[in-house]
T-cell receptor, first 111, second 109 residues
Framework: NAGVTQTPKFRILKIGQSMTLQCAQDMNHNYMYWYRQDPGMGLKLIYYSVGAGITDKGEVPNGYNVSRSTTEDFPLRLELAAPSQTSVYFC??????????FGSGTRLTVV | GQNIDQPTEMTATEGAIVQINCTYQTSGFNGLFWYQQHAGEAPTFLSYNVLDGLEEKGRFSSFLSRSKGYSYLLLKELQMKDSASYLCALGHAGNMLTFGGGTRLMVKP
């Protein structure tokens, strides 16, 4: 099992550009999450999903969109990138126990 | 809000014991979780408490008191590799976690 796989690992975007952060898990977990972590800070929930076809907003959803067409994949879309979206993005999944398994993260810089 | 508070930084000596506190202002949560995060890496699960009391897992233990709005993570026999950030998180319906800001622990020889 690969666990939770995130791509890309690093990306530099110009202001106003768009991109999709990919996340895939091979553990058949129903629950998936996107968090962002600013330097020296904790994790803030952007969006989450409790199963295929179901998504919901977290604490900081503005400027982002998600979809969950399959159990395995949970991509995060950034439209019109802004410097405030410079952060490390973590995808995570869970079987429902409350224990989250995180991917290795995507470091995004918006300039 | 849930206001999860942790000290920003702590320093301890190799071989010693350190206690990292976490306080919160909410009564509605399913469990309290602790994660470890080494610099530049993803968080990894350490421990959780659903009921009040102490949960022991090797060198790490976690304690919860719901009535006092308080939890701590206890690390014994500190090793240099324990230098990391420790994140306290509350679990909610929908299997969601809300994280505190984390405590950066530096272990010195």
């Amino acid at each position: 099992n690969a666990g939770v796989t995130q791509t890309p690992k690093f990306r530099i975007l110009k202001i106003g550009q768009s991109m999709t952060l990919q996340c895939a898990q091979d553990m058949n977990h129903n629950y998936m999450y996107w968090y962002r972590q600013d330097p020296g800070m904790g994790l803030k929930l952007i969006y989450y999903s409790v199963g295929a076809g179901i998504t919901d907003k977290g604490e900081v959803p503005n400027g982002y969109n998600v979809s969950r067409s399959t159990t395995e994949d949970f991509p995060l879309r950034l439209e019109l990138a802004a410097p405030s979206q410079t952060s490390v993005y973590f995808c995570a999944s869970s079987s429902g126990t409350g224990v989250l398994l995180f991917g290795s993260g995507t470091r995004l810089t918006v300039v | 809000g849930q206001n999860i508070d942790q000290p920003t930084e702590m320093t301890a000596t190799e071989g010693a014991i350190v206690q990292i506190n976490c306080t919160y202002q909410t009564s509605g949560f399913n469990g309290l979780f602790w994660y470890q995060q080494h610099a530049g890496e993803a968080p990894t699960f350490l421990s959780y408490n659903v009921l009040d009391g102490l949960e022991e897992k090797g060198r790490f233990s976690s304690f919860l008191s719901r009535s006092k709005g308080y939890s701590y993570l206890l690390l014994k026999e500190l090793q240099m590799k324990d230098s990391a950030s420790y994140l306290c998180a509350l679990g909610h319906a929908g299997n969601m976690l809300t994280f505190g800001g984390g405590t950066r622990l530096m272990v010195k020889p």
